[in-house]
């Protein structure tokens, strides 16, 4: 990627909690300090246990004509971490209000919003406390809420996740001494492709590993109570009422987000796009960039997602 302008900062949660973000890009390089300050902003929402690394291609795609904001959720990344994971408000709501605390400390005033797995949510949830502010959404391999009710199309799961939970909270932080040399294993990278996490024809490794490793430094509390905490979202009844462009991205093989969620939202939402990845795994982020960037191209050409100039 060519040389492009950049900002980082913290912006402070009305709890205190400090959250890392950072904008990249601006106007082409002949547009000037001004033009690269007014430019439209792409907003990224990331999954949980993900941190900015996972919208690198979107990034060098975008940066020279838009600027583009990336930030951590409470827990992850640079933003500051949790005392006690069990107690913290870690719901869908609670990151959506962290949104518009980044924008406010960013500058930003309306912006179209990306979203991955569960930032999707994050993204209805910010257009349900400010539509006046987003001019587009992009949600990306994700539901509108109750995620594990359909986690591997299996009734049980949140069952599972339920008892994942307990047994992480109860055994507190010597979890960490088992988990963490797993995910940093040189077996990760088979696991993950034998058991269809991710496409291994598409996806590159050093995609993955950035992934894992950021996974295995997280607080695995943060980390269980975060995905608990998407289920018990649910914005689909919001969804029929969604009045801007917005384009829905699905993937094949997604085996998190199932690909007939996302034709659901695509059919509730009035005129939303559509764009279904063949052979896509719910880390099709990172394995079919260019198709995904192409089509958001022709998305944005088309509908102005922006909104006026």
């Known amino acids: 990627m060519e040389d492009v302008s950049f900002r980082t900062g913290f912006a402070t949660a009305p709890d205190g909690m400090r959250l890392y973000w950072r904008i990249v890009g601006g106007a082409e390089a002949d547009g000037g300090a001004d033009s690269a300050a007014t430019a439209p902003v792409i907003v990224c929402c990331n999954g949980v246990g993900v941190s900015l690394f996972f919208w ?23 933003s500051d ?94 979890v960490h001494y088992l988990v963490r040399p797993l995910l940093e294993s040189p077996l990760a990278w088979p696991v993950a492709k034998n058991f269809g996490l991710v496409d291994p024809f598409y996806c590159k490794r050093d995609d993955l590993l950035s992934y894992l490793r950021h996974l295995s430094s997280l607080d695995l509390q943060i980390f269980i109570h975060t995905v608990l905490a998407t289920n018990e979202h649910d914005a689909w009844d919001l ?54 960037l192409h089509r958001m191209d022709r998305f944005i050409d088309e509908r102005n997602p922006f909104g006026a100039a």
């Open 56 to 78: 690198k291609y979107l990034v060098e795609h975008y940066a020279g004509r838009y600027r583009v904001l990336l930030w951590d959720y409470r827990g992850h990344g640079r």
């Open 81 to 174: 971490r949790l005392p006690y994971a069990a107690d913290a408000d870690l719901s869908i709501g609670r990151h959506a209000k962290d949104l518009w605390c980044v924008l406010d400390d960013a500058g930003v005033d309306r912006a179209l919003l990306a979203g991955h797995s569960m930032g999707c949510q994050v993204i209805y949830e910010a257009w349900r406390q400010q539509p006046d502010r987003v001019t587009g959404l992009v949600p990306m391999l994700g539901s509108a809420g109750k995620t594990l009710e359909t986690f591997f199309d299996y009734s049980g799961s949140p069952a599972i996740f339920r008892q994942i939970a307990r047994i992480i909270d109860s055994t507190g932080y010597r």
């Open 239 to 292: 969804l029929h009422r969604i009045d801007i462009p917005v384009l829905i991205i699905a993937a094949e093989r997604d085996a998190f987000t199932p690909v007939y969620l996302s034709k659901r939202i695509a059919d509730t939402i009035p005129a939303a796009d559509y764009l279904m990845l063949a052979e896509g795994s719910h880390a099709a982020l990172i394995e079919q960039p260019e198709t995904i």
